[in-house]
């Protein structure tokens, strides 16, 4: 078989949020089981014709269960080539319990209290390391390293070329609960800003530099029909509620980037941004810019679907995004990377970003899961890193040319779809588990589009202004993570609520002492203290 041929055939994983819902494979008694079999590894319940090496994994085609999430622009995964390929590979069928992004964490809920578990979880960020170590120690996922190291030789490798990574998974208990999503290429910066140089032009309009220039130059593009057709309908600046075309790395031009979940460090010390004077600043001039029309009055409500379509219906100004392909694919674009902003204060700052070890909740194994060591084999698939980068973007053949050279390049989308858009068509993509090493990223050719930056060198031109410290990805004790949630659910809930009202309606300078003083009532200074042992303890290790 040749390589583009055999890589064709075999498919994997990944995902950015990638979650499946699923029917269990063993009832209603799961949560009983697992708490009987807390800390044990796996069943030795080996099916008749299982291969420890090669493919297929078992002579008989078996079905397991899995839980995973879809997003706006996700296909069903049953019918995607990527995991028809790997079911002809493994011979192993999966039953798909898909649930839509925007409820998949009230679902989880109630998968995990009743105890009607899936065989297992999949994709990209499907579990937070919270849930891992909570749901790890009471027994509802079973404990992986040993099925690592005798069934995942390519993880394995992974990890031996890597131990940092191994380190990050393991949970302060000594065991590995789950699997993540690896990519060595990853961009610091995830979110940037990209201007109309149309517009720019048809008003003889440099660029904006500052915070002040910016207003200036969105209020010109409120005031003219700058798309000509007529109508009022203009959006001089929009984005999207997300974590990565949200409005947090704006907050840099007021003195410090806000975040998720509003967890910031400097010199080792963890500070909550939603509190800093530069928070309620950035706030002030966004309902500026709100009160005067010009910031999307969706932009904390669309869908990536609607906010994407604005933009290439040449209705938006100024948009947060990840690079021109994400959202216009190889169609030609007006639009121009603008640096980050330099604040009334001088702060010219962007939000920086882990890197590497992405996911440390992207595929997890249930305690009612008969075949652990199938399972194993199964995920193992798409940590060779030839399967991963078909899992992110799409299988050979369909999505990816492998060149006579060695060079892997892109097939354009049919009717004008683009990259993201013919990707999830194939593939889980941002939904899937899978590595992507430098090797393959070095080897990766897209076809470029005159104008259009990939996001490598859009981070290439921010890596600047990017903050120098961040808070990590760690693993809080159960105790840390009881503690820590007692707080975060209500605080993060009133954050949420009065970010919006403020930026809809104003009055932050007469509602911010109470805001505060809600917070220290609310338990901020205990949270916040959780997240600091945690680091501490993290940055001794």
């Known amino acids: 078989m040749n390589v ?7 498919v994997g994983l990944l995902a950015a949020g990638a979650l499946v819902l699923s029917a269990c494979s063993g009832g209603g008694a799961g949560g009983d089981k697992a708490a009987g079999d807390a800390g044990k590894q796996a069943s030795s319940n080996l099916p008749a014709g299982f291969n420890e090496t090669g493919y297929p ?5 078996i079905t397991l269960k899995f839980a995973a999430a879809k997003g706006s622009v996700s296909k069903d995964f049953d019918g995607l ?7 002809d590979e493994t011979n192993v069928h999966i039953e798909w319990s898909l649930n839509p992004d925007t409820n998949w964490n009230e679902k989880k809920n109630l998968i995990f209290a009743s105890g009607d578990l899936p065989d297992a979880f999949y994709g990209h960020h499907i579990l937070t390391p919270e849930e891992v170590l909570k749901y790890g120690t009471q027994g509802l996922l079973i404990p992986l390293e040993d099925l690592i190291e005798k069934y995942a030789p390519n993880l394995k490798k992974v990890f031996e070329a890597n131990p940092s990574f191994k380190q990050e998974m393991t949970a302060p208990d000594g065991h590995i609960y789950a699997l993540p999503t690896i990519d060595e290429g990853y961009p610091d910066s995830r979110d940037a800003l990209f201007i109309n140089r149309k517009w720019l032009e048809k008003l003889g309009l440099q660029p904006p530099k500052t915070t002040e220039e910016f207003y200036n ?3 010109a593009f409120k005031e003219n029909d700058m798309n000509g057709n007529g109508k009022a309908d203009e959006i001089p600046f929009s984005f999207q509620d997300h974590p990565n075309y949200g409005i947090y790395s704006f907050f840099g031009a007021f003195g410090l980037p806000d975040r998720q979940n509003h967890i910031n460090l400097e010199n080792g010390k963890v500070q909550f941004s939603a509190v800093q004077p530069s928070y309620r600043k950035a706030i002030e001039y966004l309902h500026k810019l709100y009160a005067e029309g010009l910031i999307d009055v969706e932009a904390l409500t669309h869908d990536k679907n609607v906010y994407f379509s604005k933009i290439k ?10 690079d021109h392909y994400d959202v216009f694919g190889t169609t030609p674009n007006d639009y121009d990377v603008l640096l980050p902003l330099k604040g009334p204060d001088g702060f010219q700052l962007w939000n920086r970003y882990p890197v590497g070890l992405l996911s440390k909740g992207a595929f997890a194994i249930t305690s009612v899961n008969e075949y652990p060591e199938v ?6 698939r798409s940590y060779d890193p030839m399967i991963g980068l078909q899992a992110v973007e799409g299988p050979f053949g369909i999505n990816l040319n ?6 892997i390049e892109s097939i354009p989308g049919p009717n004008g779809m683009n990259e993201n858009e013919f990707r999830h068509s194939t593939a889980p993509a941002s939904k899937s588990v899978f590595i992507r090493t430098k090797e393959l990223n070095a080897k990766r050719v897209r076809q470029t589009v005159e104008g259009s930056l990939s996001k490598s060198e859009i981070d290439a031109m921010y890596k600047p202004y990017l ?14 993570n009881e503690e820590r949630l007692r707080y975060f659910t209500d605080i993060d809930a009133y954050v949420k609520k009065m970010r919006a009202q403020w930026i809809y309606k104003g009055n932050i300078e007469n509602e911010w002492d109470e805001y505060i003083n809600t917070l220290n009532r609310m338990g901020l200074d205990k949270m916040i203290a959780v997240y600091q042992t945690a680091y501490d303890r993290f940055m001794k290790k």
């Open 4 to 10: 583009q041929k055999r890589y064709g055939v075999a």
């Open 57 to 61: 994994i078992v002579k008989d085609k």
């Open 81 to 87: 080539p990527f995991f028809q390929q790997y079911e």
């Open 217 to 219: 130059v969105l209020k």
């Open 313 to 322: 219906a040449s209705q938006v100004g100024v948009f947060i995004g990840w």
């Open 375 to 380: 399972t194993m084999r199964w995920i193992d």
């Open 402 to 407: 492998l060149r006579p050279d060695g060079k």
């Open 467 to 480: 903050v120098k410290d961040i808070y990590p990805e760690l693993f809080f004790t159960e105790q840390e």
